[in-house]
């Protein structure tokens, strides 16, 4: 599936039923939904006859997209400067939302509170997610925005 078209980000197979296969395409586009178009090249290069086996069928299907925003307050060690920590904590949290734009990769708060807590930090509240996001091999996830306030000097 992968090499069928550069925007494919990311491919799965699940197998529902016997000869049934369900193959699942992440986007490189956008928040990740393959377009149309993207699902019959997927599904064309997969129903050649010299790569699907005889019996099997084969269906193509948009990855399904779950939206979440991380806010979080970060309260950090005395500084005369806190943007370059504010700028490095955003930085690291970006790097992991990237990282986890993948079909079936978690959400999980303990990464987002590790990737949060640069030099510099004290402490991080987290206002949302409230809890680890569990995703399927159909599933992958989308950061629509983050939000990370400074809550001031915790010493």
Same mark, same amino acid.
């Given at each position: 599936?992968?090499?069928?078209?550069?925007?494919?980000?990311?491919?799965?197979?699940?197998?529902?039923?016997?000869?049934?296969? $369900?193959?699942?395409? %992440?986007?490189?586009?956008?928040? @990740?939904?393959?377009?149309?178009? %993207?699902?019959?090249?997927?599904?064309?290069?997969?129903?050649?006859? !010299?790569?699907?086996?005889?019996?099997?069928?084969?269906?193509?299907?948009?990855?399904?997209?779950?939206? +979440?925003? #991380?806010?979080?307050? #970060?309260?950090? +060690?005395?500084?005369?400067?806190?943007?370059? #920590?504010? *700028?490095?904590?955003?930085?690291?949290? &970006?790097? +992991? $939302?990237?990282?986890?734009?993948?079909? @079936?990769?978690?959400?999980?708060?303990?990464?987002? +509170?590790?990737?949060?807590?640069?030099?510099?930090?004290?402490?991080?509240? %987290? #206002?949302?997610? &409230?809890? !680890?996001? &569990?995703?399927? &091999?159909?599933?992958?996830?989308?950061? $629509?925005?983050?939000?990370? *306030?400074? @809550?001031?000097?915790?010493?």
């Amino acid at each position: 599936a992968r090499s069928a078209d550069g925007r494919v980000a990311d491919a799965s197979v699940v197998s529902p039923s016997p000869a049934c296969v $369900t193959v699942t395409v %992440l986007s490189r586009e956008g928040n @990740g939904v393959a377009p149309a178009d %993207l699902i019959e090249i997927v599904d064309v290069a997969l129903n050649d006859e !010299d790569v699907r086996p005889v019996a099997d069928r084969v269906t193509v299907q948009s990855a399904v997209i779950v939206d +979440y925003e #991380i806010v979080a307050k #970060i309260y950090c +060690y005395p500084s005369p400067e806190y943007e370059p #920590i504010m *700028e490095a904590a955003e930085a690291q949290l &970006k790097h +992991y $939302t990237n990282q986890q734009h993948r079909l @079936g990769r978690d959400i999980v708060l303990s990464a987002i +509170y590790a990737a949060l807590h640069v030099q510099g930090v004290q402490r991080v509240e %987290l #206002i949302s997610p &409230k809890a !680890d996001i &569990k995703l399927d &091999k159909t599933q992958a996830s989308f950061c $629509t925005g983050i939000n990370i *306030e400074l @809550g001031g000097s915790d010493e």
